[in-house]
């Protein structure tokens, strides 16, 4: 079993910037695959990023050029550094990883929310 902790949810401007961060506890050693998908009220799951344990990256169209995401490997841990923040970006980010035998784990979410 993995567990997924997330963090740095909040409040912000449009135009402004938040890092999300998540820990991942438990049975780390087969994890590969680790990301962010987002749910806004309303409307379906999207995938926002992933990283795999190489480092090889994708990004929604939608964040491309405003988001980053990286981890570290040793720590066990991913981030979401998202700048230039809209309205649209509002909405309940989770954190996920792919473990040992390709069973997918999810963290509680944390919520973003942009004041335009």
């Known amino acids: 079993q993995v567990q997924l902790v997330e963090s740095g949810g909040g409040l912000v401007q449009a135009g402004g910037s938040l890092r999300l961060s998540c820990a991942a506890s438990g049975s780390t050693f087969g994890i590969n695959t680790m990301g962010w998908y987002r749910q806004a009220p309303g409307k379906v799951r999207e995938l926002v990023a992933t990283?795999?344990?190489?480092?090889?990256?994708n990004y929604a169209d939608s964040v491309k050029g405003r988001f980053t995401i990286s981890r570290d490997n040793a720590m066990n841990t991913v981030h979401l550094q998202m700048n230039s923040l809209k309205s649209e970006d509002t909405a309940v980010y989770c954190c996920?990883?792919?473990?040992?035998?390709?069973?997918?784990?999810w963290g509680q979410g944390t919520q973003v929310t942009v004041s335009s």
């Open positions: 996920y990883c792919i473990g040992t035998y390709g069973r997918n784990y």
């Open positions: 990283i795999t344990i190489g480092g090889s990256t």
